[in-house]
């Protein structure tokens, strides 16, 4: 072999490995991190969970005080009817244990008063519920989707006067 085919080949393995040295010394660069990305949430989803179960919907919305506080309500709602059932045996069932059928008329008027305003306030504490469930929906797609919409340029023309205006938002 010539002269000058060993002169290339050493220096064909020199850097060969040069290069690859020079790779295991470099230190590895972790990737750029992932960001998640909000993603909108149905009002019609967040009111059947609401539905379903109290507080649900709010933490379907990333509104975890809220939903707790719903779900302790229902807790407290779930309670009082235990109780209203257990007032309701105790008062107007046979102690002989047999099984009767209590109809609405049987009951004096503090038992009808009290179970109009269980079932009042349950209705009204569902309902509440779900619509606060709807409306957290909304705010939520409106503070991270609609909010760009209200940047940028603005030109409104009137009979006396012409605007051009600018909007952004300084909370960001």
Known sequence: MSRTAIYIITVVILIVFFSSWAGFAQEEVPDAPVRIYPTEKDPFVAGLLSWL?????QMYCNEYTKGSIFIAADLVDKVALILLISHI??????????IINISWDSFDSGTKIITLLYFAGSLTLRFYNVIDAVNSANNYNRRYFYHRSEEGFDFSLGQDIMSVEYKFRFDE
């Open 53 to 57: 179960m109290m507080g649900t919907g």
């Open 89 to 98: 045996n105790s008062k107007y069932a046979p102690s002989s244990g047999e």
